[in-house]
């Protein structure tokens, strides 16, 4: 299994976040919840979501790759939300 994070980020029309991948040289959309990219980073008060995807980028990408290795994507397509950063 190959996965490539080639993005870029861009704004989702309910203000999470996606993030172009390929799998096996198939593209999936990895969509992270604007509840996720406020969650992880309590302390902080998130304003933009893009630059706030952008600063916890390498984590939030970690929790897509963990998710696309256990087989969760479909129809092209993994979705992160709060409940996923538990535990990471």
């Known amino acids: 299994m190959t996965i ?3 993005g870029p980020a ?20 990895c969509y992270f919840s604007y509840e996720a ?3 992880i980073d309590l302390d902080v008060v ?3 979501a893009l630059a706030h995807f952008s600063k916890h980028q390498l984590k939030l990408l970690s929790i897509a790759e963990n998710k696309l ?6 129809s092209g ?8 950063l538990i535990g990471d």
């Not at 290795?69 to 479909?74: E, F, I, N, Q, S």
């Not at 397509?77 to 996923?84: G, K, L, T």
């Open 10 to 29: 861009r704004l989702a029309s309910d203000g999470g976040v996606e993030f172009l991948a390929k799998l096996d040289k198939k593209d999936v959309i």
């Open 4 to 6: 490539e994070f080639i």
């Open 69 to 74: 290795l256990h087989g969760h994507a479909h």
């Open 77 to 84: 397509r993994i979705e992160i939300y709060s409940n996923d």
């Open 46 to 48: 998130m304003g933009d």
């Open 37 to 39: 990219l406020e969650d």
